[in-house]
């Protein structure tokens, strides 16, 4: 009993070393990840599109349309590195719950993981609950920055509550004009005032 103990323990050692290995050195690609997830774990690249002017949940001058939106739980996040163009951060995401889902771009499985090199200046540390806005970019999600992903409290924080309300409203900002404290705590308020500002001008 003791030497099965003893082979269980090594065996469950080098997996997991083979596992924060593989996190910190595979580029991050969908050839890569379908390599080395198990079966039974369905894990998804997300682009990080770190050229576009803003990040976070209101961007554009109207509001830019989600391509997803969903809560989860932030597993792993590896050392910067610094690329040719921009600075990368990867990170690693369980999907908790999925709030929108664009033309089904987000493709659910029981055990499903986000991955990224977006994670740079995500405010969020491992074993957070986050809050993540998805984009479309070339017909396949993306994210723009650290302000996609919001860190939460739990599941009924209110910035939760408000990006439903959001959501339900086809992304009206209007819906949400009262919460703009809300967002303003979060250095997003600038932001939603703008969106509103080009809402109210055309509505």
Known sequence: MYYFKKFTFIITSIALI?????????????????????????????????????????????????GAVFLGTLMNLQQPIQKE??????????????????????????????????FIDVQAKEGDLVLVFCYIYQNELSIPGGKSIIKLDDVKDPLVLSTIKYLQANQNPLIIEEDLYLWSKEGLGNDLKQVLHCRKMFN
Not at 18 to 36: F, N, P, R
Not at 92 to 118: A, E, G, P
Request: contains cysteine.
């Open 18 to 66: 083979t596992v924060s290995l593989c996190l910190m050195y595979c580029k991050g690609t969908k050839s890569d990840l379908s390599k080395t997830a198990s079966p039974n774990v369905n894990t998804l690249n997300i682009n990080y599109t770190y050229w576009w002017d803003q990040t976070g949940p209101f961007i554009g001058n109207c509001g830019e349309k989600y």
């Open 85 to 118: 163009n921009y600075h990368s951060k990867e990170g690693l995401i369980r999907i908790d719950s999925v709030l929108y889902n664009q033309k089904n771009l987000l493709q659910i499985k029981k055990n499903t993981f986000i991955t990224s090199d977006c």
